[in-house]
């Protein structure tokens, strides 16, 4: 039966000029083949019992290292479910007809994915601005503010004028999440901005102006906004005010 994982190819001859070793597909079937990703690291760089970059490690070298294993992980589900696939006929293809295979459908899927994205190209601040002047035309200005706050939040952490809905990912979330946090911001302006936003990009997928590949606010969690209780006034503090 073939078999496929995500490994550091470790050999002599694929160590590269800075040390580092790339990050490979092993493609077993009879033989074994290895198709390069796009990645390297060093041996500490990989942490080999999960299959994915050590982020303590190759992270300090400036390395996406959330959106990387993502991509590594996408790329192994579809080698693994095109063997499913192939079934009993895999046996009648080699083990370089079968790393052929895996590689044409990686193509056709950046292909369609590419296609899909062309395809949804609105962006946070086109739709934002139709819900925006929908609320004040509706004379409801908290509302249309509070989508426009959202807004700029996100333009000011990237610094950018323009946001497609599918740059929006649960890894851009999660960015979004620790930049604020580490520059002191409660989570209550946290939630508030991400809650304006997961409306926005919801109401584009409701009236059919984008279909996303997956929506990241399926996994994503907001935090929880915080509220300030009210104290209980008790009899005796009731009596004393009263005297």
Known sequence: ?????????????????DGTYPISLNVYHKKTRFITLGYST?????????????KSVACIKGLRCDEIDQELDDKLY????????????????????LVDLIKDNWDDSIKSEIKKKV??????????????????NADDPGTAAWYANGITALENYQD???????EITLTYLKNFEAHHSGNGNTKNTISIYLRAIRAIY????????????????????????????????????????GI
Do not use: H
């Not at 039966?1 to 000029?17: C, G, I």
């Not at 579809?78 to 007809?97: C, F, H, M, Y």
């Not at 962006?123 to 609320?135: A, F, H, P, Y």
């Not at 950018?160 to 599918?166: D, N």
């Open 160 to 166: 950018v004028t323009t946001i497609k809905l599918y």
């Open 1 to 17: 039966m073939a078999k496929v994982s995500l490994v550091l190819d470790t050999r002599e001859n694929s160590r590269k000029s």
């Open 202 to 241: 919801n109401s584009a997928i409701e009236e059919d102006q984008f279909v996303p590949l997956k929506n990241p606010f399926d996994s994503y969690k907001i935090p929880k906004v915080k509220r300030t209780k009210k104290r209980a006034r008790t009899k005796e503090n009731i009596n004393i005010s």
């Open 119 to 136: 395809e949804n190209n609105i962006s946070l601040q086109e739709w934002g601005k139709v819900l925006i002047e929908r609320k004040e």
């Open 42 to 54: 060093s041996i500490l760089g990989w942490d080999d019992s999960n299959c994915k970059l050590r």
């Open 78 to 97: 579809q080698a693994k479910k095109l063997i499913r696939e192939l079934g009993k006929s895999i046996n009648l293809i080699t083990v370089s007809g």
